[in-house]
Nanobody
């Protein structure tokens, strides 16, 4: 069974940076995708980005394009969400998730099956 553990959250000032990590186990990386989501009281859960582990295809929602990037460490089975230029509206509980995915050139932002427990990101001065 897939397991995911997020880390790296914290309190950061507007304009600052954080790198979240999603450590994974229990599945064969090549056939899956990793998605990042965030949950806030006002908006509920929203997708942030995803990466296909087969071909590194990525998708970012408009609100984070140009500020967030994704990276992977195959040896550690870990995907990183690098967040820069953070804004107060980026505050939320960030989750990573995975699902089986074999389609090349893109990745989904919906219908994920396995989820981590989340890590809190707070952007405030």
């Amino acid at each position: 069974q897939a397991q995911l553990v997020e880390s790296g959250g914290g309190l950061v000032q507007p304009g600052g940076s954080l790198r979240l990590a999603c450590a994974t186990s229990g599945f064969t990386w090549y056939y899956y995708t990793i998605g990042w989501f965030r949950q806030t009281p006002g908006k509920g859960r929203e997708a942030v980005a995803c990466i296909s582990l087969a071909d590194d295809a990525t998708v970012f929602v408009d609100s984070v394009k140009g500020r967030f990037t994704l990276a992977r460490d195959n040896a550690k089975s870990t995907v990183y969400l690098q967040m820069t230029g953070l804004k107060p509206e980026d505050t939320g509980l960030y989750y990573c998730a995975t699902q089986y995915w074999r389609r090349a050139g893109t990745c989904p932002l919906v219908e994920y099956d396995y989820w981590g427990q989340g890590t809190q990101v707070t952007v405030a001065s």
